[in-house]
């Protein structure tokens, strides 16, 4: 094999391997299946926690995640899972690794790696995502790990004024150049974009900012070389704001979300795997449903879920931190993920 690697200012730089990228892509979907997000960060844990009652502590997280990992036949439903930095190197009570674990289950483990959305310099209410400086060094580290796909999130609020064309454009850049680097390292990356739901915004003011935040993406991602091929969208739904008294039924969002997609979206990204973003259960699941049962034959992409709350809610509620509790949650957590994974093909 001829060597690809190149050397650059004195850094090895590879060359991406856009089969690698497709392989990834490929397994995670595999026979109808949908990745788990499970990435929360220490205090969006924590604030999981709280509100049930559980202890905020490093152990307990350990516990859950380990709830998680060890839920038999999970793997029917799930492709891949999304990991946090603490996540990625604790171990089960009997000393295996997380990632390990998920591995002899055939769930590939994925990375976050942007270090959270900060406020915007000059545009209030803003966000911009950080996390480049040191991602190359921290992208070898977590593939040695066995990471093979990564996941970094921006925001966009909607409010009067925004969000602003400068807060879209440089979440759009970060994210271009964080896909960048992973492909050069042949990591997957999934790009999300999330409008967020917050606020009492109609259906159709959803649908036109993240028309607009995808095209100005896809442009930017276009222009820093990504390969479409080698990557995953994960975008919010076309949905009104949680505080909006508008009702739209389950159609008319499925509606919305793959009209919005199909005019922003290239066909060459292979696949979609959507946020549920503060949809409960039921309804995250029925929208990804008749997005697939409706669309189908029209859509050009693999349409699945990445959901955190949507597939973990439930079983935090049951598991309430108690050792009696976790097969129970296990069985709640598996009930929703192969709900989620039926909701993928339409079929329910
Ligand atoms: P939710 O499904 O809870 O929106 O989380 C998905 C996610 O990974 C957000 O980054």
């Known amino acids: 094999m001829p060597d ?175 896909a960048a680097l992973c492909q050069e390292a042949d990591v997957v990356p999934i790009v999300e974009p999330e409008v967020l739901m917050n606020g009492n915004h109609t259906i159709q003011k959803c649908f036109e900012v993240t028309e607009q935040v995808q095209k100005i993406l896809f442009y930017e991602l276009y222009k820093y070389r990504i390969s479409l091929e080698g990557m995953i969208l994960k975008p919010n739904m076309v949905i009104q704001g949680l505080e909006s008294d508008e009702k739209n039924s389950i159609d008319e969002v499925a509606d919305a979300t793959v009209n919005c997609l199909l005019e922003s979206v290239p066909a060459s990204v292979p696949a979609i795997a959507f946020l549920s973003g503060g949809q409960s259960p039921e309804t995250a699941t029925a929208h990804l449903n008749a997005i697939n049962r409706n669309f189908k034959k029209r859509l050009p992409w693999i349409v699945s879920f990445s959901f955190a709350r949507a597939i973990q809610q439930p079983a935090i509620e049951a598991w309430k931190g108690e050792d009696d509790n976790v097969k129970e949650a296990q069985q709640i957590l598996y009930k929703r993920a192969k709900l989620d994974a039926a909701a993928r093909r339409g079929i329910l």
């Open 4 to 178: 690809k690697t190149l050397l650059m200012f004195g850094i090895k730089i590879k060359k991406m391997n856009t089969q690698i990228l497709k392989d990834t892509i490929t397994q995670l979907f595999a026979n109808g299946k949908g990745l788990l997000a499970m990435d929360e960060s220490i205090s969006t844990c924590n604030k999981r926690f709280a509100a049930v009652n559980i202890p905020q502590t490093v152990e307990m997280r350990r516990k859950y995640r380990e709830l998680i990992v060890t839920t038999k036949g999970l793997n029917e439903s799930i492709g891949g899972a999304i990991l946090f930095d603490e996540t990625i190197r604790q171990q089960t009570k009997d000393g295996i690794p997380m990632t390990d674990v998920l591995i002899n289950a055939g769930i590939i483990p994925g990375i976050k790696v942007d270090m959270h959305a900060k406020p915007m310099a000059g545009f209030p209410r803003e966000k911009v995502t950080e996390g480049l400086d040191g991602l190359r060094e921290r992208l070898t580290e977590y593939k040695k790990m066995g990471a093979r796909f990564a996941k970094w999130r921006a925001v966009f609020l909607i409010d009067k004024d925004t969000p602003t064309t400068q807060c879209i454009e440089a979440n759009a850049i970060s994210l271009s150049r964080y």
